[in-house]
C-alpha cells in the first residue's frame, strides 16, 4: 500500500482545500498584476525611474561643466584670473557691438 493509499479521507480534503486556498491566492496575485491600474502604475514608476535618472545625469554633467569653466576663470582660493576673464569680455563686448550695429543697418 502506497502513501497517496493510507491517507484518510480527511486528510485529502485538507490537502484539496489548501491546494484551492494556494490557487486562489495565486488567481488574486494575477488579477492585481494585470489590472489596468497597476499596469498603468508600473509604467509611470518607470518613466518616473527613467527621468529622474536621466535628470541626474543632466545635473552631474551641467555641475561638472560649471565647475570646470569656473575653474578656468577662478583660482583654488577663489580669486578671480583676470588674464583670462578680461580677453573673454572683450569678445562678449565686441560681438554685443557686431549684433547692435547689424540690427541698425537692418532697420534702415
Do not use: C, W
Not at 486528510?11 to 489590472?35: M, N, P, S
Not at 497597476?38 to 536621466?54: C, L, N, Q, R, Y
Amino acid at each position: 500500500m502506497s502513501d497517496a493509499d493510507a491517507r484518510t479521507p480527511a486528510q485529502i480534503e485538507a490537502d484539496i482545500k489548501r491546494r484551492r486556498d494556494q490557487l486562489a491566492e495565486t488567481l488574486d496575485e494575477i488579477g492585481v498584476r494585470v489590472h489596468p491600474k497597476t499596469i498603468v502604475g508600473d509604467a509611470k514608476a518607470k518613466v518616473t525611474a527613467s527621468v529622474d535618472h536621466t535628470l541626474g545625469r543632466a545635473y552631474v554633467g551641467a555641475n561638472r561643466l560649471v565647475s570646470d569653466v569656473r575653474g578656468r576663470f577662478v583660482t583654488e582660493d577663489g580669486a578671480p584670473r583676470v588674464e583670462r576673464i578680461v580677453p573673454v569680455a572683450l569678445v562678449a563686448v565686441g560681438l554685443v557691438g557686431l549684433l547692435v550695429v547689424s540690427s541698425r543697418r537692418r532697420g534702415d
